[in-house]
Nanobody, 115 residues
Framework: QVQLVESGGGSVQAGGSLRLSCAAS????????MAWYRQAPGKQRELVAG???????NYADSVKGRFTISRDNAKNTVYLQMNSLQPEDTGVYYC?????????WGQGTQVTVSS
């Protein structure tokens, strides 16, 4: 059974930084695509950043140049470094793992950015 555990969320002021981590269980991490999504209150969940098993990355336009996704296959962990945070980055951030075209989700971690 796949388990994803996010950590690193919190409250920061605008301009601050946070680093999210997502630890995955199971044996498929190195061949999985991984992604971070976020959901703001009253809004749909949206893709923030993704990384393929070969390390290719993609980002939402709103976070390009501020956020960096990375992975450590030896630790079964994916990271999201978030810099220059803005109030509109507030939301619950979810880790997603894609295994054989099936999406698995973590429980989410709250990020709150105050102005």
């Amino acid at each position: 059974q796949v388990q994803l555990v996010e950590s690193g969320g919190g409250s920061v002021q605008a301009g601050g930084s946070l680093r999210l981590s997502c630890a995955a269980s199971g044996i498929f991490f190195s061949i999985s695509s991984m992604a971070w999504y976020r959901q703001a209150p009253g809004k749909q969940r949206e893709l923030v950043a993704g990384i393929t098993n070969s390390g290719s990355t993609n980002y939402a336009d709103s976070v390009k140049g501020r956020f960096t996704i990375s992975r450590d296959n030896a630790k079964n962990t994916v990271y999201l470094q978030m810099n220059s945070l803005q109030p509109e980055d507030t939301g619950v951030y979810y880790c997603q793992q894609g295994i054989f075209q099936v999406a698995h989700w973590g429980q989410g971690t709250q990020v709150t950015v105050s102005s």
